[in-house]
């Protein structure tokens, strides 16, 4: 299990029951994919793009030391602060003494998944320091004590009845359900917050190494007050995001704003590279870089390296059979889709996230719409295998591929098995299929069609198709 208290089978229980849910995901993903397939018309070879897109980031992990070390200089020389945090608890340190000897008590927060992995809210919480989240959905999933249900958009899985509901409480105004309502409801909410906060609080979707910037693409300009407003701006960015060159930067936007929302481009792409200069008459005045490692140097070591080449735009989790039933909250953790059937496990513990690799047909959809061609389904296949191999299946499991290996380790054995359950399905087979089959397949036809082994086995088919059409002999 990941951090829920719950099980998978619980939380993806939950969802399926969860009318409402069904409909929402149905909407927003067809919309998400429809967008994503009209913003590529425009581009002769999308396909040529994203190669040059996974090459960039295979090259930027390649020198990760080198590019970091470049990235770190470059900030330094504009006046700002880099913190290193091993882990999530030295990033949440680091910003909680920095708020603590400023006397900070209010931050705003741009929408930023890396800080949501380190629960940066709460840590902050914990010294008395509010942090608000200025991202529409991210605003209401906090308002909702929550957690996003998807990368691109949080809230994907509330009604505007429920966030009409939720806001008319948490703001103390009576809203109607109307998106333009509700939408200047959070926006008066927010400006204030914008205005009082002294310290803004950001991710980055990339960290170019040879001027010191980050970058943040938003769509609702949250980001951009977040980082100019405040007189303290801290940037949390996993060390993953860091790419060598400006170049680079420009094939890698292409890909993640067309695939994420279906734009050509964002509205807002904010680029920050320090603080702000003498000269300059606004900005803030002071810039902290938090670099997190929490588990990627070990992941770029292993053979999941490439899971370190996401840019969470989403679209894996759109085209996902699975997570289109389900939604964001089954898998547990604040990753959710293909992807993060991936990733929680990997920081997490494949042992506590055992059913998320298996939360998956395989069917390749994810890595036929990733800007940087993950191979995601190779990886839920050898974190299958790493399962196997460290024993984490239960009992049954362990004995039905025991027996299996058994079964087919011979040409007799296998011919031997395949008569004998012939014959023992007889009794269960009606029009075509086995109904009500004993326990232990019971359980796996409450959900599924249990076909009935072929009458005839392929070998037996052959052999009498060899016996009816001799093969000619060749001429000659
Ligand atoms: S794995 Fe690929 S498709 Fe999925 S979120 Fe990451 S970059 Fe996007």
Redesign the pocket.
């Known amino acids: 299990m990941s951090r829920g208290q719950d099980s998978f089978k619980q939380r993806y229980n939950r969802a399926l029951d969860e009318e409402f849910l069904q409909e929402a995901l149905e909407r927003a993903t067809t919309r998400f994919r429809l967008g994503r397939s009209l913003s590529l018309e425009d581009i002769e070879d999308f396909d040529a793009l994203r190669q040059q897109g996974k090459e960039i980031k295979e090259y930027a992990l390649a020198q990760l030391d080198v590019n970091l070390g470049a990235l770190a200089n470059r900030v330094e020389e504009a006046g700002g602060k880099v913190f290193w945090a091993q882990t999530g608890e030295e990033a949440n340190k680091y910003i909680a003494d920095l708020a603590a000897d400023k006397g900070i008590k209010l931050a705003v927060k741009s929408k930023s998944m890396t800080t949501e992995e380190i629960d940066l809210n709460d840590s902050l919480a914990e010294v008395g320091v509010e942090a608000v989240e200025t991202d529409l959905g991210e605003y209401i999933i906090q308002l909702a004590g929550e957690r996003p249900s998807h990368?691109l958009a949080p809230a994907i899985h509330k009604t505007k009845e429920q966030v009409a509901e939720l806001f008319s409480e948490k703001l103390g105004e009576d809203l109607p359900n109307d998106i333009g309502a509700l939408t200047m409801a959070a926006r008066r909410a927010l400006r204030q917050k914008f205005l009082n906060a002294d310290m803004g609080i950001t991710g980055a979707n990339f960290a170019v190494a040879e001027s010191g910037t980050i970058v943040i693409i938003t769509n609702e300009g949250n980001g951009r007050l977040a980082t100019s407003l405040p007189p303290v701006h801290v940037a949390v960015v996993g060390i993953e995001k860091v790419i060598p060159t400006l170049n680079d930067l420009s094939v890698l936007l292409k890909l993640l704003i067309r695939?994420?929302a279906g734009q050509k481009i964002s509205s807002y792409v904010t680029m920050v590279s320090g603080p702000r200069r003498g000269w300059e008459i606004d900005g803030p005045r002071e810039f902290h870089l938090v670099l997190l490692d929490n588990g990627r140097s070990r992941i770029l070591n292993s053979e999941y390296r490439q899971s370190l080449?996401?840019?969470?735009?989403?679209?894996?989790?759109n085209v996902c059979p699975v997570y289109c039933k389900i939604g964001g909250h089954a898998y547990g953790w604040v990753y959710p889709?293909?992807?993060g059937a991936v990733i929680t496990p990997l920081y997490n513990g494949l042992k506590e996230n055992k059913d998320l690799p298996h939360a998956s047909t395989l069917c390749g959809a994810?890595m036929d719409?990733?800007?940087?061609m993950?191979d995601?389904p190779e990886m839920l296949l050898k974190l299958r295998r790493d399962e196997a191999e460290q024993k984490f299946g239960g009992l049954w499991e362990r004995l039905a591929f025991k027996f299996w290996n058994y079964g087919v380790g011979s040409e007799g054995k296998y011919n031997f098995f395949s008569r004998l359950g012939r014959k023992m399905q007889s009794p269960f087979v009606r029009n075509g299929k086995i109904a009500k089959p004993p326990f232990p397949f019971s359980r796996w036809a409450k959900e599924r069609d249990f076909p009935p082994l072929a009458e005839n086995s392929f070998r037996e088919r052959w052999a009498a198709m060899e016996n009816d059409h001799p093969s000619e002999e060749a001429d000659g």
């Open positions: 990368l695939s994420a080449h996401c840019l969470r735009c989403g679209a894996c989790l889709g293909p992807i994810c719409v990733c800007p940087v993950i995601i």
